[in-house]
């Protein structure tokens, strides 16, 4: 009897030294066996990875932030993703400017749009369009904005160039076939695309 009790506890002991019901504890938590990392954990993350490209930090006249314009080598062309804030509500021509320069408050140093193929400029234009040319952004009454746009022709190599380029919001709507701006009025936000380290990289 007493040898049994004896038996009993050194086996009770033994699974408590050697990591019995304790160490099942994970496997019971999170379903993996122990020794393993769950899934998801840092060993099996892959860090996603931009494209290249580059990015304009948009700035009213008076200084404030206006949004994000960022391009993207996308395959054999170019991809614009914009966002923007604190601008007036309504239409506004949006275009890529051809020099890498935003002196306020008119922001002209930023040059006529980015045209590497010299044709003139917008979407309805029959010898149209300039590599800058987009459609028109729609700012909400919240003083908001978005609009994605894979740019017709020019490389990202030929856009940053010597001398850079920049993006440009317009006062107005762009009529898409009125040489050289679609009269689109103003100039009232503008930020000059930069590179970061993801781009540096490659």
């Known amino acids: 009897m007493h040898r049994a009790k004896l038996i009993?506890?050194?086996?009770?002991?033994?699974?408590?030294?050697?990591?019995?019901?304790?160490?099942?504890?994970?496997?019971?938590?999170?379903?993996?066996?122990?020794?393993?990392l769950p899934a998801g954990t840092a060993s099996n993350v892959v860090p996603e990875v931009s494209p290249p490209g580059a990015t304009a930090q948009l700035r009213t006249a008076e200084g404030a932030m206006a949004g994000t314009a960022r391009v993207s080598?996308?395959?054999?062309?170019?991809?614009?993703?914009?966002?923007?804030?604190?601008?007036?509500?309504?239409?506004?021509?949006?275009?890529?400017?051809?020099?890498g320069k935003c002196d306020a408050p008119t922001f002209e140093t930023a040059g006529g749009h980015w045209n590497p193929a010299d044709t003139r400029h917008g979407l309805e234009n029959p010898q149209g369009q300039h590599a800058g040319d987009m459609p028109n952004l729609t700012v909400g009454e919240d003083g908001r904005g978005s609009l994605t746009y894979s740019l017709k022709g020019g490389t990202l190599a030929q856009l940053m160039d010597s001398d850079g380029a920049a993006f440009v919001v317009h006062a107005s709507r762009d009529d898409q076939k009125t040489d050289p701006a679609g009269d689109s009025g103003a100039r009232i936000a503008c930020g000059v695309f930069e590179t970061g380290p993801q781009d540096m990289a490659r």
């Open 8 to 36: 009993c506890l050194a086996t009770t002991i033994g699974l408590a030294a050697c990591g019995g019901p304790a160490a099942t504890d994970q496997a019971r938590n999170d379903g993996t066996p122990p020794g393993e």
């Open 73 to 99: 080598q996308m395959g054999d062309g170019l991809e614009i993703r914009l966002a923007v804030e604190n601008l007036p509500s309504g239409e506004h021509g949006v275009h890529v400017h051809g020099v």
